[in-house]
């Protein structure tokens, strides 16, 4: 933990200290924790946020596996899911959707057998399928600027696994059981377009090692009728008591379990009675210790969103060139990320400048402001693939509005001004016909907005190296 959270946490433990005895019954009185409380919750706090990734995805995995056959937002475990457009405006499945790209993903278990991931010829079309870990760190990327077009084969092999591989089948090592593939194709977003996606959507597949080069139906999905298949994925997560928590960290290690990496956080853990393999056991600890870890999911929710707001911004836009899709043993920060959201790309494959604030640091607002981002002659997002700007209210979902527009994006015809600059306006009414085109629709309230470079470019201007940064975002005169 910070030294602030530390300082906090103190304190707060402290006082909780105090109370508590008085209301435990006598025999717990009498028995001393075998932790002092200041150090069972640091450790608690620490272990929640280790494994915040491992839950979420498991929330998330079950949110969209939890049906019978698969749809364009669902499939079962082992089935691929094929987005057949863009989310329509009032679809809530997905927080931060986008409209550049049609999802193609799959859920995995590869803990018993090897999966096999077959890619197509992909010709001229855009492409990025990474796969992740349980644990939220990108295992391989498969894409148009990394494996290339043609088509591939991976096999996606468990913890421990040996075998021999078919001929032409690539090895994916992954140290969980479960994996996550979250790729995406470009689209224009025309019926055409999509009609020629589709297309290539049916021929990506996943099929169990032992059913490579066979006929394959795969089965049924099994559904739990009691899964909350609404509330959000976030909401879910930060919803479960100290308890349900760690036993579900616990459960979920058995088949995903810590790297070698983590052997000091494990050998934390296990003094909280939080050993991967084995249930959780809280027995062991005091009963003072006990009631404070109640706190624990607040604590961590604190200390991850602390640690969001410390993040540095570059004309008002937080983006990250580094450390991010692999975490290493930075757990704070992929903690943090996993509450943005599962799922994060490496910066090299893709970067996404999130803004919630204009030059003057006022958060946007569009019943009281209209707003303008100017991009300097040359000085559109540098991507080697291609780039957009979306906007989102809120809570991160697309606007509604008169022209069905959600983004403006590097397929668009914008118009220039007389300097080679190009206005965008970020507004709740028309800015007037003659400047439509260059008109991203915002709500009459709160919004975001979320800027994707796919393939950042390499060589200046470039925003992997600081050569090239967002503009800031002004309120228009």
């Known amino acids: 933990m910070t030294r602030w959270c ?34 069972a919750v640091r450790i608690a706090t620490e272990a929640y946020i280790y494994g915040y990734p491992l839950v979420t995805f498991d929330l998330a995995r079950k949110q ?11 499939a079962p475990m082992g089935q691929m899911i094929r987005m057949r457009s863009y989310p329509a405006v009032d679809n809530h499945c997905r927080a931060a959707p986008n409209a550049d790209t049609l999802y193609t993903e799959a859920w995995l278990d590869v803990s018993k057998e090897p999966v096999v991931f077959s890619i197509p010829d992909m010709g001229n079309r855009y492409y990025m399928m990474p796969m992740l870990s349980g644990w939220s760190e990108v295992i391989k990327v498969a894409a148009s600027t990394t494996t290339g077009s043609k088509a591939q084969a991976y096999a996606i092999t468990g913890p421990g696994w040996s075998g021999t591989l078919p001929k032409g089948v690539t090895q994916v090592k992954s140290p969980t059981g479960m994996v996550w593939i979250l790729g995406r ?31 394959y139906t795969p089965p049924p999905g099994v559904v739990d009728p009691a899964f909350d298949m609404k509330t959000a994925v976030r909401k879910q997560v930060n919803a479960l008591d100290i308890e349900a928590y760690f036993s579900r960290l616990a459960q979920l290690m058995k088949t995903n379990p810590p790297t070698a990496q983590d052997a000091a956080m494990v050998a934390q853990m296990a003094r909280i009675g939080l050993v991967p393999g084995k249930d959780y056991d809280p027995s062991g600890l005091g009963a003072i210790d006990r009631e404070v870890l109640k706190a624990v ?15 540095k911004t570059t004309n008002g836009w937080l983006f990250f060139t580094k450390g991010v899709g692999n975490f290493g043993t930075d757990y704070l920060t992929r903690g943090m990320a996993n509450l943005l959201g599962p799922g994060w790309n490496r910066p090299q494959d893709a970067v996404y ?41 809120s809570d991160f979902f697309f606007v509604p509005n008169a022209l069905n527009r959600y983004d403006l994006a590097q397929r668009d015809k914008l118009i220039t001004n007389a300097d080679g600059s190009i206005d965008m306006y970020l507004q709740a009414e028309s800015p007037g016909k003659d400047k439509e085109a260059n008109w991203l629709p915002a709500p009459k309230g709160k919004f975001q907005l979320v800027m994707r470079l796919y393939a950042p470019r390499k060589t200046a201007p470039s925003v992997l190296d600081g050569s090239w940064t967002p503009p800031p975002v002004r309120k228009a005169p």
């Open 64 to 74: 969209q596996t939890n049906v019978v056959q698969a749809d364009a937002e669902h």
């Open 297 to 311: 999911p607040k604590l961590a929710l604190v200390e991850m969103g602390i640690h969001l707001k410390r993040q």
């Open 6 to 39: 530390n300082r906090w946490v103190g304190r707060w433990v402290s006082l909780l200290c105090l109370a508590i005895p008085g209301l435990l019954p006598v025999s717990a009185r009498a028995a001393p924790p075998d932790l002092g409380a200041i150090e």
């Open 185 to 215: 194709i470009y689209s224009t977003g025309t019926p055409e377009d999509y009609k020629a996606v589709h297309a290539l959507q049916d021929q990506f597949s996943v099929v169990p090692l032992s059913a490579w080069g066979k006929p």
């Open 353 to 393: 400048p999130l803004s919630q604030k204009d030059a003057k640091g006022d958060a946007y607002d569009g019943s009281k402001a209209n707003y303008v981002v100017r991009f300097a002659k040359g000085q559109l997002p540098p991507a080697d693939a291609f780039w957009s700007l979306t906007m989102y209210d």
